[in-house]
């Protein structure tokens, strides 16, 4: 049974960094591509970074250049890195575990975690 506990959120001020942690359990976390996901209120989930298994990775427009996804497949656990943060990335963020080695499909969930840009 695949378990994702995300944590890490909270408020910052704009222009400000945190860094989101997921620790995955359950499967063989080093083959499965995985991905961060956010969800603002009255909007649709959106992809916002993703890894491969061979740690190639992908992000949305308008998190490149500040947003950084990592792996370390030791300790199984997935990091976003979020620097320069804008009020607009205001959202609850979302670990996600593929199916697949490459691509986001089929994906388990954590439950997600708050975070607040606001000054």
């Known amino acids: 049974q695949v378990q994702l506990v995300e944590s890490g959120g909270g408020l910052v001020q704009p222009g400000g960094s945190l860094r989101l942690s997921c620790a995955a359990s359950?499967?063989?976390?080093?083959?499965?591509?995985m991905g961060w996901y956010r969800q603002a209120p009255g909007k649709q989930r959106e992809l916002v970074a993703g890894i491969t298994s061979r740690g190639i990775t992908n992000y949305a427009d308008s998190v490149k250049g500040r947003f950084t996804i990592s792996r370390d497949n030791v300790k199984n656990t997935l990091y976003l890195q979020m620097n320069s943060l804008k009020p607009e990335d205001t959202a609850v963020y979302y670990c996600?575990?593929?199916?697949?080695?490459?691509?986001?499909?089929?994906?388990?969930w954590g439950q997600g975690t708050q975070v607040t840009v606001s000054s």
């Open positions: 996600a575990q593929s199916i697949d080695s490459r691509q986001m499909v089929n994906n388990y």
């Open positions: 359950g499967s063989i976390f080093s083959i499965y591509a």
